[in-house]
């Protein structure tokens, strides 16, 4: 029973987690225009999701129909060309897509408009980050569970999703990135272990593709090369041979660049598209 006490603790958090969602429920806490989850920096994270399987125009040009009520649907800032566009990068638009398309999909079968922002769409949303968090407490076990004991990973585990700002990213405004961010950060903590443990290209691609993708939700989220350049570095001779581990590797240390430019692609093509420029 004490090997699962990880596992239970995640369970509870998840208990947890569940209670506080359902006495909060603010995908029904609407007020007036402002919504109860789609709101504030979360409108411009999930733009980009209506505005092309909705209203099949990323260019938001479809704002200036007066026949159109925005709402607060759209945020955007007026490029130099004139043009509408969406002011933070799209990386949180990959990761609800998934529980987009399953709110679009069930929202006729609750009686409610295929807009993007009605309850069905909300509360997929925090559905959605309450998933990614569990991923990222799951893989947050494997990591502490190589470097400490079971019981000091299943009080670990605890502070994590009850005593950090976690909770109330995952509960109150579970549509923010922060949640998502734990997820991919601990994917990426994991994945920088296996790397150094056994570096091959399937590897570096995947470091490099969660990388990027961290990178694209925040780009102030760059500080975290710091774990993958430094990780197990401890004075100036492990830093020499951290050099040379490079230096060796350097195929794969150009895949992995490729692929943090991957999930970027969509984002330099929509920047190009709205402003003129790549960047």
Known sequence: MKKRLPDYTIVLAVVLYLVTLFV???????????????KWDVISYYA??????????ISLEFVKDPNFKNDEKFWFQKTGTGKNIIITSMG????????????????????????GFHSIYQF???????VYVVLGLLILKSVLLRFFSVGVTAITLLLVAAGTNLYFYTTHEAAMSHAYSFMLITLLLY???????RPAYWMAAL???????????????????????LWGVSNWRSLGDRVMFFLRRSPL????ICCFLLPWIPQFIYWK?????FL
């Open 273 to 277: 598209a709205m402003t003129g420029s």
């Open 207 to 229: 470091l490099g593709l969660v990388f990027g993708l961290i990178v694209l939700i925040r780009p102030s989220n760059i500080v975290v090369l710091i774990v993958i350049l």
């Open 253 to 256: 240390v150009l895949l992995m």
């Open 92 to 115: 949180l638009s990959y990761l609800y897509a998934p529980f987009f398309f399953m709110a679009h999909l069930l929202a006729p079968v609750f009686n409610e408009p295929k807009d």
């Open 24 to 38: 909060h429920h603010n995908w029904t806490r609407d007020k007036g225009p402002e919504r109860g989850v789609i």
């Open 48 to 57: 980009y999701l209506p505005a092309t399987f909705i209203y099949h125009d």
């Open 124 to 130: 997929f949303l925090v559905f959605g980050s309450l």
């Open 191 to 197: 994945l920088v272990i296996m790397w150094y443990d």
